[in-house]
T-cell receptor
């Protein structure tokens, strides 16, 4: 089945130690998103890629970076995690190369980040 | 700007009870509307969607109708089950803003046997 995969599901890091979260997709979608979701809150968009074009949200801290080396993979890098960065990180995709941009977003299972 | 206002929870129902979770929206264009469900420790799963006025989305016994006149997209289910316990998010995607998603705050539902 076509899907959005996130690894790892659970990640523990130390305060200030860089961490990378991974997302891959088999949907062949143009657009990939990263969201941060804190407990009992709605997901908050950090940034997205439309193909190779990177789009950062205005209020996303510089501590968060992203890479998309190819269509299938996208990475979230947190350069110096703070305690406030502990959250669930969700990857999502939308759009299809043959059918044009569609608006439904498909989410991965998320990575729960703990900062010690 | 665009926004989604969702009924606050938590909501607790007995099994087989009727469920309504209210959702209203504000949008500059003609958005698509969605309900997503999130089970504990999991990502968001698309539950249903509607892309134009008067469309009804349905899935797994859940329904929601896109009401342009009342700018609403209320989620309903006639008979809930314990397995429906989750957090439900209403969302819109507005083509006028590049299909950016706007989420409601989520409504936690607990169904007790």
């Amino acid at each position: 089945d076509a899907m959005v995969i996130q690894n790892p599901r659970y990640q523990v890091t130390q305060f200030g130690k860089p961490v990378t979260l991974s997302c891959s997709q088999t949907l062949n979608h143009n657009v990939m998103y990263w969201y941060q979701q804190k407990s009992s809150q709605a997901p908050k968009l950090l940034f997205h890629y439309y193909d190779k074009d990177f789009n950062n949200e205005a209020d996303t801290p510089d501590n968060f970076q992203s890479r998309r080396p190819n269509t299938s993979f996208c990475f979230l890098d947190i350069r110096s995690p703070g305690l406030g960065d502990a959250a669930m990180y969700l990857c999502a995709t939308s759009g299809g190369r043959t059918s044009g941009l569609t608006d439904t977003q498909y989410f991965g299972p998320g990575t729960r980040l703990t900062v010690l | 700007g665009d926004s989604v206002t969702q009924m606050e929870g938590p909501v607790t129902l007995s099994e087989e009870a009727f469920l309504t979770i209210n959702c209203t929206y504000t949008a500059t264009g003609y958005p698509s509307l969605f309900w997503y469900v999130q089970y504990p420790g999991e990502g968001l799963q698309l539950l249903l969607k509607a892309t134009k006025a008067d469309d009804k989305g349905s899935n797994k016994g859940f329904e929601a109708t896109y009401r342009k006149e009342t700018t609403s997209f209320h989620l309903e289910k006639g008979s809930v089950q314990v397995s429906d316990s989750a957090v439900y998010f209403c969302a819109l995607s507005d083509p006028n803003t590049g299909n950016q998603f706007y989420f409601g705050t989520g409504t936690s539902l607990t169904v007790i046997p």
